[in-house]
């Protein structure tokens, strides 16, 4: 078992991770590290902590410096957050913390590098909730992790996805989606994606066919081909189609998540139609995946102190009228979820019964 550095070697051993990221910024092993700096900052981001002691934290990690990672390039939407939540954090802490941005394999290197730091405190991620617990279903290539083992922080929103339909395809509601013997065509970026991951687990738990077209680059290449009647449907974020929803373009059929979206009250969710037992384990898991959203994790073997006092920051922090007003400015969606309850839904994940591998080997 992993033991926790002395607090006095903490300020050692930064420094000389310190050394090693300039010394990976000058081309170590071929790869350039992404800096840290404030020239990675979006224009509208708020400054990070800066370390001086204006933050009010006490505890564990008072004074510490903490690297909190995000496994894309600087200026997308996880770096956003991320930025956006460093200087409440920090303040909570009475810590600085520093975000540094890994990019690489759809965040698996950060996670990779996650879960073989040292379990102090001192290393937090901001990942792709659902788009690890589809890789874990799939068993993508490239994890050096175990999933279930992370210690987990909290949630910082979730994304619910829709199925939505061409407008001129014909399918209106779940009705006529159940009652076509044949199904309609998905569009999808191809195995391993979540378009592809999703319309899998979909097909398996209402028990209906359907074929999968795959090959898209994207998200939009698949809107241009429901437009142009090569596709009947596909499934994304909520957000993502909201547009074409809004245009008339596409028409949302069902949500994929545990409540109906209170923006479209009218739209089942897929838990409402699965009547089988072991096709609602498969809804239930596929709702799992998705329900992970944007998560906080820290390394295994996470002491408990440590683990409650990070648990109990974020959470203060995202209950906060000032941080909620600032995520609010950026239009940044909150969803949060305690660790605890993260917790509990990567084990659902990761704990999946063999029938929800097996819909996804149809590949």
Do not use: W
């Not at 300020?11 to 170590?28: E, Q, S, Y």
């Not at 800096?35 to 564990?60: F, H, I, K, V, Y």
């Not at 399918?171 to 994606?193: H, I, N, Q």
């Not at 409650?308 to 995520?327: C, D, K, Y």
């Amino acid at each position: 078992m992993r033991s926790v550095r002395h607090r006095g070697m903490h300020r050692a051993v930064g420094i000389m991770a310190a050394c090693g990221l300039l010394l990976a910024a000058c081309g170590t092993d071929g790869q350039t590290a992404t800096p840290t700096d404030e020239s990675d900052q979006p224009a509208d981001a708020p400054e990070q902590g800066d370390g001086d002691g204006d933050a009010t934290g006490e505890g564990l990690l008072a004074g510490e410096t903490i690297t909190f990672v995000v496994g894309v390039s600087p200026g997308g939407g996880y770096d956003s957050y991320a930025r956006m939540i460093a200087p409440f954090l920090a303040e909570e802490l009475g810590a600085n913390v520093v975000v540094e941005n890994q990019p690489g394999a759809g965040g698996l290197v950060s996670l990779n590098n996650l879960y073989a730091a040292e379990p102090d405190g001192t290393t937090i991620a901001l990942a792709n909730g659902s788009g690890t617990g589809g890789n874990v279903l799939t068993g993508a290539e490239g994890m050096e992790f175990e999933y279930g083992e992370f210690s987990a922080l909290g949630r910082v929103a979730g994304e619910p996805k829709v199925l939505v339909a061409a407008a001129d395809s014909g399918y209106e509601s779940m009705e006529d989606l159940l009652a076509d013997p044949e199904g309609f065509r998905y569009g999808t970026t191809g195995p391993g994606g979540s378009t592809h991951t999703d319309a899998l687990l979909l097909r398996a738990s209402l028990g209906i066919p359907g074929e999968l077209v795959s090959g898209f680059d994207g998200s939009e290449e698949i809107g241009l081909a429901l437009a142009a009647g090569e596709l009947q449907g596909t499934i994304g974020t909520l957000d993502s189609h909201v547009p074409d929803i809004e245009a008339g373009d596409q028409v949302p059929i069902a949500m994929i998540a545990n409540e109906r979206a209170e923006d479209f009250p009218d739209v089942p969710t897929v838990l409402e139609y699965v009547e089988d037992e072991d096709q609602r384990v498969i809804a239930e898991t596929h709702t799992a995946v998705i329900d992970l959203g944007r998560a906080l994790l820290a390394p295994p073997g996470l002491p408990d102190d440590i683990l409650n006092e990070l648990r109990q920051a974020i959470e203060n922090v995202f209950t906060s009228e000032e941080f909620l007003a600032e995520a609010e400015s950026q239009n940044r969606p909150i969803g949060f979820l305690t660790g605890e309850e993260l917790a509990e839904r990567i084990q659902v994940v990761v704990n999946a019964p063999e029938s929800v591998f097996q819909a996804l080997q149809e590949q």
